[in-house]
């Protein structure tokens, strides 16, 4: 995700397009990609906040340290809300904040979204990327999760265990009334799977 204010660095760039080298821009980039590279590693830090720890990004950092030694990557571990409401509040008052975000806050990047927050940066890869990946312009899903369903199987008829998300929101509609009150699931304000059934359902 590119933030839409000032304090965004062109480190920023580099990581989230996963540049081969600044010397060899792959086919495809723009012509005046190496500038970019080279301004990044002058700039030399990138800050991140996020909702994962610096285990889950390890490999992630090493293998961006390894083509960009120059820069300084530090990962705050912030929580998944927290991450936008941190950035928020520091962007408000001209702190110095995040230049990357990833965080897993459905809510947190629909506000985002609202306050005109994330730009419409355009990756150079971002044909690559499924539609549905690409939410909103500027934001970019890295992951698909998958969503467990644990059935009663003295209240569910094995017919109505479904397999897919699609196929649960169908049964669920077919079946309001047998279903009334009895399907739960994680507060949508706080877990990004809430948000999933509070989104279908709502």
């Not at 590119?2 to 080298?21: D, E, G, M």
């Not at 390894?66 to 509040?89: F, H, M, N, Q, W």
């Not at 196929?167 to 809430?194: H, I, M, Q």
């Amino acid at each position: 995700m590119r933030l839409s204010k000032p304090a965004l660095t062109l480190a920023t760039l580099a990581f989230i397009t996963n540049v081969a080298s600044a010397q060899n821009v792959p086919a495809g980039y723009p012509a005046d990609y190496a500038n970019t590279i080279a301004e990044a590693k002058a700039e030399g830090n990138l800050l991140i906040y996020t909702n994962m720890g610096q285990k889950n990004w390890q490999h992630v950092i090493d293998g961006f340290r390894g083509k960009y030694p120059e820069i300084t990557v530090d990962i705050l571990d912030v929580g998944s809300r927290e991450s936008i409401e941190r950035y928020l509040a520091e962007s408000s008052t001209g702190v110095a904040t995040a230049d990357l975000i990833a965080t897993a806050s459905q809510p947190g990047w629909l506000d985002m979204q609202a306050r005109g927050e994330i730009m419409d940066y355009v990756s150079p890869e971002a044909d690559a990327w499924p539609e549905w990946s690409k939410p909103f312009p500027g934001l970019y899903t890295v992951s698909a999760d998958p969503l467990v369903f644990a059935w009663s199987a003295l209240n569910v008829p094995e017919d109505q265990r479904v397999t897919t998300f699609a196929d649960f929101v169908k049964v669920a509609e077919e079946n309001k009334a047998a279903w009334a009150n009895r399907v739960t699931t994680y507060s949508p304000l706080s877990s990004p799977f809430g948000f999933v059934t509070h989104y279908f359902f709502v």
